[in-house]
């Protein structure tokens, strides 16, 4: 006895093209690439102030003396400083800064 094997030709799976959804990410390509290319800032970037000085940079410290109070000892106390530049050119702090603790009496 011979088997004779009936079974249908295999195909090949299609690969269809999803085109309506390609068609809507070239859509959405083309809408957002148009947008940055048409975009312009409304105006150009300012600096945040106008220079005090001009010729050189120049620090500003918004405060000079810092009074702390009565501290006991080995509490840690934590100050902060805003420095900023107020000159017209790049200013570059060179080194560690120092700091002066007064004892008070």
């Known amino acids: 006895m ?3 094997n009936k079974s249908k030709p295999q195909q090949a799976p299609s690969h269809q093209l999803p085109w309506p959804w390609l068609l809507v990410a070239g859509a959405l390509l083309l809408v957002v690439g148009s947008g940055l ?3 312009r800032p409304t105006s150009p ?4 102030a106008a220079p005090e000085v001009s010729g050189g940079p120049k620090l500003k410290v918004d405060q000079a003396v ?10 840690p106390v934590r ?3 805003r420095l900023s530049n107020v000159g017209d050119q790049p200013l570059t702090i060179l080194g560690e800064p120092q ?6 009496c």
Do not use: H, N, R, Y
């Not at 970037?45 to 945040?48: E, G």
């Not at 810092?66 to 509490?75: A, N, Q, R, S």
């Open 2 to 4: 011979s088997k004779k």
């Open 37 to 39: 290319l048409l975009w």
């Open 45 to 48: 970037a300012q600096p945040a």
């Open 66 to 75: 810092i009074d702390e109070g009565d501290v006991k000892l080995d509490t």
């Open 79 to 81: 100050t902060t400083f």
């Open 99 to 104: 700091v002066e603790l007064i004892e008070g």
